[in-house]
Every structure is written in C-alpha cells, then in structure tokens.
C-alpha cells in the first residue's frame, strides 16, 4: 500500500483528538508509549510512496521525506535541501540490496543476509464501516481502525501549545454533523525566529507595500538600476544629491531630450552679465554689460591658433595668395586639391623616374624637330609612307651604308613574290645539318648501300632480328654463318645427361657438369646459383629501376649522395617533422611555424608588386591586393581591409582578484572574484588596439593601473569598468571608450 495510509492516518488524527497514538494491523491494542505510529503485522507490509526521478526532483517535502525511485530501484531521503541515495550510502560498506522481481514485488536483503519480499499494492477503497475505518487494496488486504467514542468526540482551539491565547490560528467551524478546520490567522508570534527561508516559504510577488515596515529597505535592498523618475518624490532631490558635472558646465537637454551635464550656449541667453575671460575679447561697454546692449568685439591677434576648432578655417576665410609653400605640409597637395585643367604641364622639373600614362593616349602632340622628340602617328606614317613599291621578287637589304637597297635573294635559297622560300639543291652540306637530326625517317635506306660507311666505334646490335644472305666467312674474324657452324661440329653428336663440352688447357674438348655461381640442364636452361651475383659482377649502372623491388627496400643505409638529388616532378611523402636544422621540413612543420609566426619570412627583403591588382589563389581560396587594400576570401576588397566571411578573435575568461590584459587579448570577460584590472598603458606601440572588457563580475571594479576617457569625454578620466561592456581604442598617449 502507499503512502496514502499515511494521508488517511493524519485526516483520522485531525478529526479526534481522543487518540494520541495509533497502531494498525495485529493486536492494535497493544502500542508502545513512545510511538505516535505503529504498524504490526506479520503478512502484509508498509510501501512508500513510488515515483520516478523526475516526479521526485519535483517535490519539495519535509526533511525526513521518503520515496521509492522505481528508476533507480532504491529508497530515497530528503535531508531538507536534496534528495538523498539510501542505497549508495549503504551498499557499498554492508552488503544491502533492493531487486525489483518484475512481478509487483520486491526482494530487500539486509547486511545480515536476511532477505525481505515487499509487495506492491494500491489502496481501493476507504470507508467507515460502524465505529471502524476500513482500508482494502488491490490484494483485497483489509486493514481497520476502531474508531472509539466517535459519537462523544469534541474539539476545542484551546491553546495549549501555542501561549497566545484566542489568536484565531485555527478557525473550527460546525455546519451540523461537518467540523470544518481552516487555518486563520498567523502572526509573527506564532512562527518560530529563523524558521521561513525567502527561497523556499515565501511566495514570488507576495510582499508588497503593506508588509514592509518604515525604513525597512535601504541601499542593500534595492537592485540596481531600480529606481526611476516614477518612483522619485517631486521636490525631493537637493544640489547634493546631483552628480557634479566638469568645471563650469551646466544641466541642459540636449536634442535627445536627454539630461546631461555640458558647456553653456551663451548664443541662447540675453540680460545675462558679460566679462571679459582674456585679452583675446573686448567689451566695449565695460565690465558687467549685459548681452542686450554690449558691444563685444574679438581684439586684434586676439584669434590664436588654440582658440580655433578643428576644420574652422575654410577657404573663404583665407586671403588670396596668402598660402606660401611653407604653409602646406608635405604631400597634402593630392590629386583633388589641383585644377588641373588651369595646370600646364609646362614648367615642370624633370621627371627622376619613368613616367607612365596607365595605358592611356598622349594626344595633341607636335610632331617632332628634335631627335628625341615624342615621335607622332603622323610623323611616323609619314616616314615610312615612302615603302609601297618593289620590283617582282626582290627584298629590301640594308647595305654597308645602312641603306635599303632592292635586290634578288640568291646562294642557297630563293624567294617569289609569295614569300614562299626555296633552297637550291645540293645546297645542304654536312656541317648545315645539326648533330643528330638525320632521323630513321630521313634515310632512303633502300638506296643507300652499307658498303663504304666508317668502322664503327661501338659494338652493333640488330635487335631481335637476323643478318641475312652472309657469304660463309674466310678470315679468322669475318662473321660466321650457321652453314659454316653446322659443317664444323657436325661430327659431336652425343654428351652425357646435363653436361656440356669445355675445352681444357690443351684446347680439347671435354664433357664437364656446369658448376659455381650457375648449373644447366639438358633443356639448355641455365640456372644462376642463390647469393652468386656480387657487386663485383654488375655492370655499373645496370641495376635499373624495374630490377629493385623497392617495395622491400628501405631507403635507409645508403651512402650519403654525392651531388643533388630529384624527385622530378612528385612529392616526397610521409616524413616526419624536423628535429635538427639541416632535416627536410614537411608542410606540416612550416604551416605550423607560420601560423605561429617562428620568425621565418617569405623573403628576406621586401616583396614588390609590378601591379597594382594581384590575386593568390590557394586551393580556390583568394587572397587579393588592390590599391592598398587585401581581401581575404574576395580578390575585389572594398576596404582596407576586407573579409568575405567571419573573422576570430582572442577571447577569455578571467576571474582572478588582479585580472592583467595581455598584448594578445581581444575580448576579456572578467568573471567574479575580479576586484582589479591592470590595463597595459597606451603608447605609440599599441596605436589602434581595441579591447572589449565585459564585467559581470557582479560590481564596479576600479583599475588601479590606468585611466580612459569616456565615450561622452567629459573629465576627469575614468577609471571605473561599471556591469556590462567597455570597449577601449588606443589613440597612442590614451585610452579611449569607443562604445
């Protein structure tokens, strides 16, 4: 049964207050003094509550709490803050275990080895039955409480724990045979001190105006950002209470509608009294005129050059020809400032280096006097318009005079008037003709005896082929024919099994059996003996590569190479990273020491470009240069700097008490337990850098080692990093809030 019994038990104790204790099962009169529950009974058993482990994480119960996790298969206790694992805290010191039988039934087994079987059940009904309360389960167990002197039962709200009394904590109300109970009033005296926890008793929202009392909330209690116009009382905030702004700065709305702290507008005010702040102002009215009828004039000289904004001196304000070379920095006269077409080109220095037009035409040319004059289309036309006849077949020919003269192509060749060029025969002699390009092809060999050629220089070979139509030979050394070789050992007709004849050192025949580094059989196959073939008897340079099984050889123990080695046009694969300096280093070892900037450059001077657009394709990745700009991913960039995709950056986390931003940081987030920032100061070398700090640190923290200025720039610096985000620039001397 589950724990249902228990429910049923507290509603019967809740209706009489005639028993104190109760027992249910075997001999319910006799109960221990001490017990408030007790259960006998020696066929039927106590079942919890079965849950699973999310219906068990959903309930907040009383400390002592138990339910059975039919997951996990084992009993669980709520010490008050979490739910607590019987079984790991037993089992594995005494051998205690819980097995779910698959049947509705349990086996317990306790550290004794004594062994428990509880049944699973479900409560069906519960009724009164007389003066008994009858419990019947599933297994149609039937288990009943005398109920004794219903009829006679009373109740009362005495207090008799409480020592208030009629403080109405319980409401008892009669409506005939119904007693209703109800909880009335708890005041603060009948809660025990410490005893409600905010997380647990209190209800979201519940306290509101009524149950604060006066001065109760102060500044620990109210959240940041909380108080707002609404809740400010009008006429409440004195001059103490504002924020002072910078030295003489005002309160004012600016367009925005925004109050902020700024420099006074004098040009919005009138009947205010004017002084002079400096000799660089005259008030002709005297110290003390009002704006309405003061004459207020800027003194001579009185302009000086930090009385002037940026970008306030206009064109308009400057006296013609008054700008002198020495005015103007160098190179800020650029390609916009020039009228260019009131410019002449004449009068200009010399060019120091070549001047190029960018594939665009020089027109409105003279043509030339001089020699190295720019030479003209029409000049040039008109030089060369001379050429339009020539006799049939001659060619012009620069004479001794370097003069062209017409004259007939002759000697070795001639040419018609259609360009087509023809040697002359017998023209091509032995030293016209390059070494070794009298081809197979060249040859009329059919018509070319063999008779008459030079001696040869190297042995000749006629392939697989045969000499054919030899006359049988008369010297010692002419070439023999198989006629001559068949009638001269004719007479040797018979030789032992595998034998063959060898002349002797009498230069006779003899039958031998071939032996050392080879053996022959009588089918004439000659067999090499294993191991005979030594250094010694190969030819150099004829172990070729078809003769090495490389795959079985390693290339390690050979001699260190005499001169260079190629691998033509294939790729040296699978090596291992260098160790020594003088190893071969893998794509691997140089992109890793790349990325990491090792110190290793392209070039050890500075790479120039002949274009100005140039793209590097890698594997369909492009990397372009375009005026100045480099896209990465694009090789058309529209910026400095321009990425077709995203782009990473540094980002950490950081908790310690003293968080320091390194050289390499980007984005830092400073978590709790941050009370210090040490901000690297800014200087020329870290121009540009930007730093993104978020704080959620739970506080304001107060950099001890540097300043910025805010994003409003207002003084003096700040060196407070607020909750959120503060995103820094350096601008060479300061630090400045971008954000």
Avoid at 174 to 183: A, H, L, R
Avoid at 235 to 244: A, L, Q
Avoid at 724 to 735: A, E, P, V, Y
Wanted: charged fraction near 15%.
């Amino acid at each position: 049964m589950k724990l249902k019994i228990l429910f049923v038990l507290l509603l019967f104790n809740s209706l009489t207050t005639v028993k104190a204790q109760i027992k249910i099962g075997d001999n319910p009169e006799n109960i221990n003094a001490s017990s408030v529950l007790e259960l006998e009974s020696t066929t039927r058993t106590l079942v919890i509550t079965r849950v699973n482990s999310f219906q068990m994480n959903n309930i907040v119960p009383l400390q002592g709490a138990l339910v059975y996790n039919v997951e996990e298969q084992c009993v669980y206790y709520f010490d008050g803050i979490a739910w607590k694992n019987l079984c790991e805290g037993i089992t594995a010191s005494a051998n205690i275990s819980l097995v779910d039988n698959g049947d509705g039934t349990f086996t317990f087994t306790n550290a004794a080895n004594i062994t428990t079987e509880i049944l699973t059940t479900t409560n069906v009904s519960l009724t009164i039955v007389g003066d008994e309360l009858v419990l019947t389960d599933s297994n149609n167990d039937i288990v009943s409480v005398t109920l004794e002197e219903l009829a006679s039962q009373t109740f009362s709200t005495d207090p008799i724990y409480n020592e208030i009394s009629n403080d109405s904590t319980i409401v008892l109300t009669q409506t005939g045979n119904n007693y209703n109970f109800e909880v009335g009033k708890i005041t603060g005296e009948n809660i025990v001190d410490s005893s409600i926890n905010g997380f647990l008793d209190i209800q979201a929202g519940s306290i509101t105006d009524l149950q604060l009392g006066t001065n109760a909330v102060g500044m620990d209690e109210m959240q940041d950002n909380a108080i707002g116009s609404l809740e400010i009382i009008d006429g409440s905030i004195e001059e103490n209470d504002i924020n002072p702004g910078s030295n003489f700065q005002v309160l004012r709305t600016n367009g925005s509608g925004i109050v902020e702290w700024d420099t006074l507008d004098f040009s919005s005010i009138t009947g205010q009294d004017l002084t002079a702040g400096d000799a660089s102002i005259t008030v002709n009215a005297g110290i003390g005129a009002t704006l309405v009828n003061a004459d207020v004039r800027v003194a001579t000289g009185g302009i000086t050059n930090d009385k002037l904004a940026a970008n306030a001196v206009t064109s308009d304000k400057i006296f013609d020809g008054e700008v002198q070379t020495n005015d103007i920095a160098n190179g800020n006269v650029t390609n916009i400032k020039l009228d260019k077409t009131n410019i002449p080109l004449s009068g200009f220095d010399d060019a120091v280096v070549d001047v190029s037009l960018g594939n665009n035409n020089l027109i409105n040319v003279l043509d030339p006097i001089n020699p190295q004059d720019a030479a003209t289309m029409n000049y040039v036309d008109s030089q060369v318009g001379g050429v339009i006849s020539l006799p049939d077949g001659t060619i012009y020919l620069g004479d001794a005079a370097n003069t062209a003269q017409e004259v007939n192509m002759s000697g070795d060749a001639t040419i018609d008037n259609t360009g087509t060029l023809t040697i002359e025969d017998d023209a091509i002699t032995a030293v016209k003709i390059l070494d070794g390009n009298v081809t197979d092809a060249k040859l009329n060999k059919a018509a070319i005896s063999l008779t008459g050629f030079a001696v040869p220089t190297a042995n000749l070979s006629i392939g697989t082929f045969k000499l054919t139509n030899v006359v049988n030979p008369t010297n010692p050394q002419d070439a023999a024919t198989m006629n001559y070789v068949d009638s001269q050992v004719g007479g040797v007709n018979s030789l032992a099994d595998g034998t063959i004849y060898l002349g002797d050192a009498a230069n006779t025949a003899q039958e031998v059996t071939m032996s050392g580094d080879a053996t022959i059989d009588n089918t004439g196959a000659l067999t090499i003996e294993d191991d005979a073939i030594t250094t010694v008897k190969i030819l150099d340079g004829n172990v070729t590569d078809a003769k090495l099984n490389k795959a079985a050889i390693s290339l390690t123990g050979f001699a260190v190479p005499t001169t260079d080695l190629s691998i033509g046009t294939f790729k040296l694969t699978n090596v291992v990273n260098p160790t020594n300096p003088q190893d071969a280093a893998t794509m691997n070892y140089v992109d890793t020491e790349i990325a990491l900037g090792g110190g290793n450059n392209l070039a050890t001077d500075n790479l120039t470009q002949d274009v100005e657009n140039r793209t590097y394709n890698i594997n369909g990745q492009n990397l372009g240069f375009t005026n100045g700009s480099v896209g990465i991913g694009t090789a058309a960039p529209t910026a400095t700097l321009h990425t077709a995709g995203s782009f990473a950056t540094n980002i950490r986390p950081d908790g310690s008490a003293a968080v320091t931003i390194l050289d390499n940081d980007h984005t830092i987030i400073i978590t709790a337990g941050a009370t210090d920032v040490n901000l690297p100061a800014a200087v020329a070398a870290n121009l540009g850098k930007i730093y993104i700090i978020k704080n959620i640190s739970g506080g304001v923290i107060t950099m001890s080692s540097d300043t910025y200025v805010n994003s409003n720039g207002s003084v003096p610096l700040e060196a407070d990093l607020v909750q959120g985000i503060t995103k820094l620039q350096s601008d060479g001397t300061t630090w400045q809030q971008i954000n």
